[in-house]
């Protein structure tokens, strides 16, 4: 059964950093792309970032570019969300998410972790 | 980027009734379309990809239809447990992939 579960959010402050883990289990994890998706408390949901399972390309949405790096560690079974310059609309639930296609991008979510709460605050 | 419009934002209906939600996009995304349903305090989950191919395991009462601009899901009868709310998300186009904005069905 594929399992994904993030971990490392919290409370941050504005301008601040913060780095999400999503640990995989339950199915070859260097066979798949990954991706982070966002819910802000009360919206709807906003993908983040793509990671294919080879490490590139790597894509963003443009309200993270340049503040946001997503990685993986294969031999972890890992993949992350460095988050810095942190702005109090980055406040939201996290999700990773693998790509239903594994090595194709498919662009397509068919599994999510449970998510994790980031909120920035002074 | 692509935008994905859904509507109605809300709708409330019976056990048993029969649910169309709508979604259309900004340009022509052919097949390249998803939908996912949520629960609260829930991860998505996906219910439909490619327009209209079911995910494993999901019921056969949920389906999809739609190309182009143009999409539809349909709840042939609606089970307590569907109850939730329903994104439309594009996948023809990255970065960015997008979501619309939700539809929530609620108990008439």
């Known amino acids: 059964e594929v399992h994904l579960v993030e971990s490392g959010g919290g409370l941050a402050q504005p301008g601040g950093s913060l780095t999400l883990s999503c640990a995989a289990s339950?199915?070859?994890?260097?066979?798949?792309?990954m991706n982070w998706v966002r819910q802000a408390p009360g919206r709807g949901l906003e993908w983040v970032s793509f990671?294919?399972?080879?490490?590139?390309?790597?894509y963003y949405a443009d309200s993270v570019k340049g503040r946001f790096t997503i990685s993986r560690d294969n031999a972890k079974n890992s993949v992350y969300l460095q988050m810095n310059s942190l702005r109090t609309e980055d406040t939201a639930v996290y999700y990773c998410?693998?790509?239903?296609?594994?090595?194709?991008?498919?662009?397509?979510?068919?599994?999510w972790g449970q998510g994790i709460l980031v909120t920035v605050s002074s | 980027d692509i935008q994905m419009t859904q509507s109605p934002s809300s709708l409330s209906a019976s056990v048993g009734d029969r649910v169309t939600i709508t979604c259309r996009a900004s340009?022509?995304?052919?097949?390249?379309l998803n939908w996912y349903q949520q629960k609260p305090g829930k991860a998505p989950t996906l219910l439909i990809y490619?327009?209209?191919t079911l995910q494993g395991g999901v019921p056969s009462r949920f389906s999809g239809s739609g190309s182009g601009t143009d999409f539809t899901l349909t709840i042939s009868s609606l089970q307590p447990e569907d109850f939730a709310t329903y994104y439309c998300?594009?996948?023809?186009?990255?970065?960015?992939?997008?979501f619309g904005g939700g539809t929530k069905v609620e108990i008439k």
């Open positions: 998410a693998r790509d239903l296609l594994g090595r194709y991008n498919s662009g397509s979510f068919d599994n």
């Open positions: 339950g199915f070859t994890f260097s066979d798949y792309g």
């Open positions: 990671i294919p399972s080879g490490g590139r390309p790597i």
């Open positions: 340009q022509t995304i052919y097949n390249y």
């Open positions: 490619s327009a209209s």
């Open positions: 998300q594009q996948s023809y186009i990255t970065p960015p992939l997008t």
